[in-house]
């Protein structure tokens, strides 16, 4: 059974930072499409970023240069660093992994953690 629990989120200042942490159990990350989406309120939920199992990542324009994703193989857990945050990317964020490569789609993910609540206030 594979399970995704994401870890990190919380209550941050505009310009403050956050790492999120998806800790996978029951599949490799190293042989997994991993991503991070999220969704805002009264939104629909949308790629933030990722990493195939070639440790390439990907990011969604709004987020280059201020998200880092990276993956711990030893620890099968994938990390998203946040920094600058602004108010509008208050949202659920959600880990999710396929077999292998990388998608932007959410309806081509296999396995979605429960998600975990960042709020940046201004």
């Known amino acids: 059974q594979v399970q995704l629990v994401e870890s990190g989120g919380g209550l941050v200042q505009a310009g403050d930072s956050l790492r999120l942490s998806c800790t996978v159990s029951?599949?490799?990350?190293?042989?997994?499409?991993m991503a991070w989406f999220r969704q805002g309120p009264k939104k629909e939920r949308k790629f933030v970023a990722g990493?195939?199992?070639?440790?390439?990542?990907s990011y969604a324009d709004s987020e280059k240069g201020r998200f880092t994703i990276s993956r711990d193989d030893v620890k099968n857990t994938v990390y998203l660093q946040m920094d600058t945050l602004k108010p509008e990317d208050t949202a659920v964020y959600y880990c999710?992994?396929?077999?292998?490569?990388?998608?932007?789609?959410?309806?081509?993910?296999?396995?979605w953690g429960q998600g975990t609540q960042v709020t940046v206030s201004a």
């Open positions: 999710a992994a396929r077999s292998w490569a990388l998608s932007t789609l959410e309806n081509e993910y296999d396995y």
């Open positions: 029951g599949r490799p990350v190293s042989r997994s499409g």
């Open positions: 990493i195939d199992w070639t440790h390439e990542p």
